[in-house]
């Protein structure tokens, strides 16, 4: 059964570091194909797309914000960490992980955590 | 302003047959498959189609996927008032690379 958990702060102050984790269960990350990504989504807003890693240890960041992600995971501990800095008001969001199953002719988000909701405010 | 571009709402009546439809270019769905996910009021999103057409275990046969070009759709038959719901559609993006989503169709079962 694969299952994905976010965790970190709920409360940023504006220009703060945000640090988020992503604990996995029921598949490995070192398993070719494999691969986690963040996904955001501001309250009544669409999702939008952050930053992959892939079971590689290669990793892709959105166009707009790849300046301020860094993405990097722990195989030992099945764990993905997303580090976002600079925070703003506008990056309030409930933000996902969220395995994607990648083959040569699809990848897609399969299994997605609950989400946490991070509001940046003073 | 999304990459990929789909109608930001959707309706239809029990038992009708809706569409939604969402745009790209040749970078993403003209290159790649198309996957939908529906996202239920207060919930996290959910795989509803992957690879264009294909459903996942335990998504009814009332929800089917097409791809032509640069263009994809959802059609869901049969509506029922649990179909009420958000659809995003995603495809990857070679020229950035990365994943392109659409803006969300929030569709409403009258």
């Known amino acids: 059964q694969v299952t994905l958990r976010e965790s970190g702060p709920a409360l940023v102050k504006p220009t703060q570091t945000l640090t988020l984790t992503c604990t996995f269960s029921?598949?490995?990350?070192?398993?070719?194909?494999?691969?986690v990504s963040w996904i955001r989504q501001p309250p009544g807003k669409a999702l939008e797309w952050l930053a992959l890693?892939?079971?590689?240890?290669?990793?892709y960041y959105s166009t707009s914000l790849k300046t301020r992600l860094t993405i990097s995971k722990d195989t030992s501990k099945n764990q993905v960490v997303l580090t976002m800095t600079n925070m703003d008001p506008v990056d309030t969001a409930t933000y996902y992980c969220?395995?994607?199953?990648?083959?040569?002719?699809?990848?897609?988000?399969?299994?997605w955590g609950q989400g946490t909701l991070v509001t940046v405010s003073s | 302003q999304s990459v990929l571009t789909q109608p930001p709402s959707a309706s239809g009546t029990p038992g009708q047959r809706v569409t939604i439809s969402c745009s790209g270019s040749?970078?993403?769905?003209?290159?790649?498959?198309v996957n939908w996910y529906q996202q239920l009021p207060g919930t996290a999103p959910k795989l509803l189609i992957y690879?264009?057409?294909q459903r996942p275990s335990g998504v009814p046969d009332r929800f089917s996927g097409s791809k032509s070009g640069t263009s994809a759709s959802l059609a869901i038959s049969g509506l029922q008032s649990e179909d009420e719901a958000d659809y995003y559609c995603?495809?990857?993006?070679?020229?950035?690379?990365?994943?392109?989503f659409g803006g969300g169709t929030k569709l409403t079962v009258l």
């Open positions: 040749s970078s993403n769905i003209g290159s790649n498959t």
């Open positions: 029921g598949f490995s990350l070192s398993t070719s194909g494999m691969c």
């Open positions: 969220a395995r994607i199953f990648h083959s040569s002719s699809s990848s897609y988000f399969d299994y």
């Open positions: 690879s264009n057409n």
């Open positions: 995603a495809a990857w993006d070679d020229s950035l690379p990365g994943v392109v």
């Open positions: 890693i892939d079971w590689d240890d290669d990793k």
